[in-house]
């Protein structure tokens, strides 16, 4: 078995580095995209610009958590009394959701420095951060949300006929059963975010893409991008082996739990 | 001699899903340390009638008192109300993600705002009651059936309830697991606990009832003390259902 998967995979990859060494254009792409020296010069910059992307992740993943995970809630109070933060909860989603996330950049990124409100921050970096975090809100809250709804309605009213309010059965029995069974969807959004934050290079943040962009303008030399995805590999590619371990691992425990 | 407290009073409640009638003009009462027991067929509206008086389910007509307060009118709080109620289900329904500890203090905790100490004190001297001490630190799913039904029973016990709703708490389990849960009933019982119990179990309701309810089409066909209803039943719905059970080998 381990055998064949060996040998079939050696045979497959050889046969496609054959085929792109022996092309005609091979020598000029590898100067074009995989030169070592190019790839010397630019990678301080790719590097320092990535670091960036990094920070911006984190503080915008740990903001979006916090506010998906309130418009869920909201989204999931019932009766009258709630209605207008349930609609509130819908049309933000809704409305974000329809809007592609470069445009969003775009707008927020451009638009409000544009504006000169005084005490508003014109940083690009602050409202591309800001794009990133009101586009992922709106998907995380519905990745939450899809957890709550699997918490089974005897729960909601278990802790209703001890006397919790909403929010306390919220709080203490419903949200906390709901992250345990969306944390493999949790860590792919992650995956996802991880690599759009990269997006804000439009607005001219020296970010990691950005300073390949830069490079590429002055030497005509596309080896930067290469460095950049390297960088960007090494980070998701880890998370992706991890997500798909750590689900694994909730799917086997819920098996064994129900047998 | 004085009147009997009234604990609760259920007067003309109505209830329909769509339009399929549920409850229909259900009239019941349970004076303080009454034991009530409601038996009837699957659909009978047993359940739906408990969920009712713990306002977790709303009704369409009639009233509902509890120590004299209408619990059915728009102004009063129904966290408060429930709080002062405790309601036991089939399937459980303790929350898995906490410990047994956890479980019975929570609403003690958040609802009536004890501290943790006393909350936890409480818990530990319910569950050296009934004889689920080791259990305390332990998450629902290592504890058999018979052992999580107790300990949703001492759950509600934990908010010191004025009322006991249980609904039908034995059948999810297995036979040999049904009669500690029943034992625990009765020590209620002793204690004086007032109760209105949904239940198939007629060996049960014939010894531990002050008084049985039958249900039929969401009304109560008739009641009285459970030796006249179980052995001289008078109308013919019931006597028909009590056939059936016997039939049934269950009484």
């Not at chain 1, 329809?98 to 921050?121: E, K, N, R």
Request: glycine content about 6%; hydrophobic content about 50%.
């Amino acid at each position: 078995m381990v055998l064949i998967s060996t040998l079939s995979t050696v045979v497959f990859v050889g046969v496609a580095v054959w085929a792109v060494l022996s092309s005609e254009t091979w020598p000029r792409v590898r100067e074009q995209f995989f030169s070592a020296r190019h790839f010397q010069e630019v990678w301080p910059a790719v590097l320092s610009g990535f670091w960036l992307d990094v920070q911006m992740f984190v503080v915008a993943e740990v903001l979006i958590l916090a506010a998906a995970l309130i418009v869920a809630a909201a989204r999931s109070l019932r009766g009258p009394v709630f209605f207008p933060i349930r609609t509130l909860a819908v049309v933000y989603v809704d409305l974000v959701r329809g809007i592609p996330l470069l445009l969003m950049i775009l707008v927020l990124g451009f638009g409000i420095p544009a504006l000169d409100i005084p005490g508003v921050p014109r940083s690009a970096l602050f409202w591309g951060v800001t794009a990133l975090v009101i586009s992922y809100t709106a998907y995380t809250a519905e990745i939450y949300r899809a957890g709550i709804e699997s918490v089974h309605e005897s729960q909601r009213m278990s802790a209703q006929s001890l006397g919790l309010t909403q929010v306390q059965s919220l709080r203490h029995v419903l949200v906390p059963q709901a992250v345990r069974n969306v944390v493999p969807a949790l860590l792919s959004s992650f995956v996802s975010l991880q690599k759009d934050v990269a997006l804000v290079f439009v607005l001219g943040v020296r970010e990691g893409v950005r300073e390949a962009q830069i490079y590429n303008a002055r030497t005509f030399n596309y080896t930067g991008y290469i460095a950049a995805t390297l960088l960007f590999l090494a980070v998701s590619i880890p998370v992706a082996r991890f997500t798909d371990w750590y689900g694994q691992r909730v799917r086997r425990r819920r098996q064994a739990m129900s047998s | 001699m004085t009147e009997p407290h009234s604990r609760l009073r259920i007067v003309g409640l109505s209830k329909t899903f769509g339009d399929l009638p549920v409850l229909a003009d259900v009239n019941l009462e349970l004076r303080a340390h009454e034991v009530v027991c409601l038996i009837g067929a699957s659909g009978s509206g047993k359940s739906t009638l408990l969920k009712a008086v713990n306002l977790l389910v709303p009704i369409d007509q009639g009233e509902i008192f509890l120590d004299y307060l209408a619990i059915t009118s728009p102004e009063v709080d129904a966290n408060q109300v429930r709080s002062r109620m405790g309601i036991v289900f089939q399937s459980f329904n303790l929350f898995p993600h906490l410990t047994i500890l956890d479980n019975i203090t929570l609403a003690p905790r958040k609802v009536l705002k004890l501290d943790r100490a006393a909350a936890e004190g409480r818990a530990v001297e319910l569950l050296g009651r009934f004889d689920l001490l080791d259990k305390v630190k332990d998450y629902p799913d290592r504890l058999s059936g018979g052992q999580q039904q107790r300990v949703a029973i001492i759950r509600s016990l934990a908010m010191q309830p004025e009322l006991m709703l249980l609904d039908e708490v034995t059948s999810a389990l297995d036979p040999v697991l049904v009669g500690e849960v029943l034992e625990c009933i009765r020590e209620l019982k002793g204690q004086g606990m007032t109760m209105l119990i949904a239940t198939h179990e007629m060996g049960f309701a014939r010894n531990t009832a002050d008084r049985v309810a039958f249900l039929h089409g969401g009304t109560v066909w008739e009641q009285g003390k459970p030796q006249r209803v179980l052995g001289e039943p008078e109308r013919p719905e019931t006597q028909d259902f009590l056939g059936r059970i016997i039939q049934a080998g269950r009484l």
